[in-house]
């Protein structure tokens, strides 16, 4: 069974960059995309980006700018990095797997069948 | 940007039959997908790639994707069925979700 854990700061500072890890048990993570989506407080699920185990990654281009997703293999785990952190980017943070569907050389869609608990993170001085 | 549209709220009575709808431009040359959320936990996948349901699914969760609407349907609604709705798709290498609809049971 895959299971997913987020782990990192519950306070940040504003102006200051957010940090997260996901370590991913039960796999492993060299097998599939990985990704980050968040969901402000009382809102709906927010796309952050993902990542593969070549350091391949694609973002939100809403968060682009602000947003890095590593992976690192010998550990099992993958990590978001996002700057300049303000009251807006506090929500609870997802780690999920990504599956995709591709055909002829060319993917038609990608999901999520696992995630992680969750791990809310408060921007605030 | 590509944008996915579900009606904010839907109420159905138990044991009956209830319809989200999520709409985006031709959404139906695309693949949806469908999770629900329970407060205070994660999302949960219970539809990919338009009509199949993942393992542990209950059958009376089902799904259709045809012109410019997705829509999940819950057949003989249970009240563990209550829950927040997340439509999914996929489009220019971007991840999209619909707003959400809350199912409520009554």
């Known amino acids: 069974q895959v299971r997913l854990q987020e782990s990192g700061p519950g306070l940040v500072t504003p102006s200051e960059t957010l940090s997260l890890t996901c370590t991913v048990s039960?796999?492993?993570?060299?097998?599939?995309?990985w990704s980050w989506i968040r969901q402000p407080p009382g809102k709906g699920l927010e796309w952050i980006g993902y990542?593969?185990?070549?350091?391949?990654?694609n973002y939100n281009p809403s968060l682009k700018s602000r947003v890095t997703i590593s992976v690192d293999t010998s550990k099992n785990e993958f990590s978001l990095s996002l700057s300049s952190a303000t009251a807006a980017d506090t929500a609870v943070y997802y780690c999920?797997?990504?599956?995709?569907?591709?055909?002829?050389?060319?993917?038609?869609?990608?999901?999520?069948?696992?995630w992680g608990q969750g791990t809310l993170v408060t921007v605030s001085s | 940007s590509y944008e996915l549209t579900q009606p904010p709220s839907v109420s159905v009575s138990p044991g009956q039959t209830a319809s989200i709808t999520c709409s985006g431009d031709?959404?139906?040359?695309?693949?949806a997908c469908w999770y629900q959320q329970k407060p205070g936990h994660s999302p949960v996948l219970v539809i990919y790639?338009?009509?199949k349901r993942p393992s542990g699914i209950p059958e009376r969760f089902s799904g259709s994707n045809s012109g410019n609407t997705a829509t999940l349907t819950i057949s003989g609604t249970q009240a563990v069925d209550e829950a927040d709705y997340y439509c999914?798709?996929?489009?220019?290498?971007?991840?999209?979700f619909g707003g959400g609809t809350k199912l409520t049971v009554l």
């Open positions: 999920a797997r990504v599956r995709r569907f591709c055909s002829g050389g060319s993917c038609a869609t990608y999901y999520f069948d696992y």
């Open positions: 039960g796999g492993s993570i060299s097998d599939y995309y």
């Open positions: 990542i593969y185990n070549s350091g391949s990654a």
């Open positions: 031709k959404l139906g040359h695309k693949y």
């Open positions: 999914q798709a996929w489009d220019s290498s971007t991840v999209v």
């Open positions: 790639q338009d009509v």
